[in-house]
């Protein structure tokens, strides 16, 4: 008999804490698409093992409503592309733009899943293969 085992998405927690935002945002490490902006940094040791985000609309967006339904959209894009492509130990924060209420969903999925390769290349190993 054989089993299919399925790959169980990572569990998602939430960042909550404005000093985490803060420390994301001090990391300065980015990647910036035309939906949204993708900041990343390490978690510190004493919770490297899981992995959180956090969603961020300001008013620029627009008013509450449009906020809300960019937030939704950003968190219906994680949830389908952050378990299966980011990495453990992390914290990422996703910062909407106004292009994100009009954007097609699948490219928001597209990017975020660039933004992510991009953010966890390793500098070292890219610059060897140029040599």
């Known amino acids: 008999m054989s089993q299919v085992i399925e790959k169980k998405e990572l569990k998602i927690n939430k960042i909550k804490k404005r000093r985490d935002f803060l420390r994301v945002a001090a990391g300065q490490r980015k990647w910036i698409t035309p939906a949204m902006i993708v900041q990343f940094e390490s978690i510190p040791d004493n919770e490297i093992f899981e992995l959180r985000v956090g969603y961020t609309a300001s008013k620029r967006v627009g008013n509450a409503v449009i906020r809300s339904r960019a937030k939704r959209r950003m968190r219906e894009v994680a949830r389908q592309v952050l378990g299966k492509f980011a990495h453990v130990g992390y914290d990422y924060v996703i910062i909407a733009r106004r292009e994100i209420i009009n954007y097609p969903f699948n490219e928001l999925i597209r990017?975020?899943?660039?933004?992510?390769?991009?953010?966890?290349?390793?500098?070292?190993?890219?610059?060897?293969?140029?040599?």
């Open 111 to 131: 990017d975020l899943k660039w933004a992510l390769k991009r953010l966890h290349e390793d500098p070292v190993t890219k610059m060897k293969g140029k040599n």
